[in-house]
Antibody, heavy 127, light 107 residues
Framework: QVTLKESGPVVVKPTETLTLTCTVSGFSLSNPRMGVSWIRQPPGKALEWLAHIFSDDEKSYSSPLESRLTISKDTSKSQVVLIMTNVNPLDTATYYC???????????????????WGQGTPVTVSS | DIQMTQSPSSLSASEGDRVTLTCRASQSIGTYLNWYQHKPGKAPKVLIYAASSFQRGVPPRFTGSGSGTHFTLTISGLQPEDFATYYCQQSHSAPYTFGQGTKLENK
């Protein structure tokens, strides 16, 4: 069974650095067809994609947040870590990690989707 | 970045109804479009990927269609468990943006 579990601080002060960890089980981060994304949902708002990382270490970030985000993985620990610097109250949200599944179709299409997701971890930015 | 726009933002319907949710992309994304269902306090769940492919275990009353910039999710015969928020998301190119969601409410 594939599961993902997010962990991190519940409260962070403005200007501090937020470190979130996604621990996965049931699949390997070295599997070439897999990746992990981070997504968040501020209270009452929509889902917002933040970043992803694949087994070959390919990374991508949300354009508005790119300067503040760093994603990395530790395959031996089955963990993906997201670091967000200089947080502010607008970063208050539930943060999810999700496995990226890739389906390869001829001739050269690769369809990606998020499945499954973790339960999410709430983070409040407040002094 | 590709912008995704969903309509309506909310929809009131009754059990047994057939409803159609719409998602538009700011540029052509082929069929690189996914649909998710999200209930409060729960993890989002993928329903449809590649615009029209069913995820295993998803009831056949959920159908997706479209290509290019215009996509739809149709739910035929609403069940009580279908009242939730639905998001489209493009996987054509990073950043993999979501729409703002359609909240489906019980009339």
């Amino acid at each position: 069974q594939v599961t993902l579990k997010e962990s991190g601080p519940v409260v962070v002060k403005p200007t501090e650095t937020l470190t979130l960890t996604c621990t996965v089980s049931g699949f390997s981060l070295s599997n070439p067809r897999m990746g992990v994304s981070w997504i968040r949902q501020p209270p009452g708002k929509a889902l917002e994609w933040l970043a992803h990382i694949f087994s070959d270490d390919e990374k991508s970030y949300s354009s508005p947040l790119e300067s503040r985000l760093t994603i990395s993985k530790d395959t031996s620990k089955s963990q993906v870590v997201l670091i967000m610097t200089n947080v502010n109250p607008l970063d208050t949200a539930t943060y999810y990690c999700a496995r990226i599944r890739q389906e390869f179709r001829v001739p050269a299409a690769v369809y990606k989707y998020f499945d499954p997701w973790g339960q999410g971890t709430p983070v409040t930015v407040s002094s | 970045d590709i912008q995704m726009t969903q309509s309506p933002s909310s929809l009131s319907a009754s059990e047994g109804d057939r409803v159609t949710l719409t998602c538009r992309a700011s540029q052509s994304i082929g069929t690189y479009l996914n649909w998710y269902q999200h209930k409060p306090g729960k993890a989002p769940k993928v329903l449809i990927y590649a615009a029209s492919s069913f995820q295993r275990g998803v009831p056949p009353r959920f159908t997706g269609s479209g290509s290019g910039t215009h996509f739809t999710l149709t739910i035929s015969g609403l069940q009580p468990e279908d009242f939730a928020t639905y998001y489209c998301q493009q996987s054509h190119s990073a950043p993999y943006t979501f729409g703002q969601g359609t909240k489906l409410e019980n009339k």
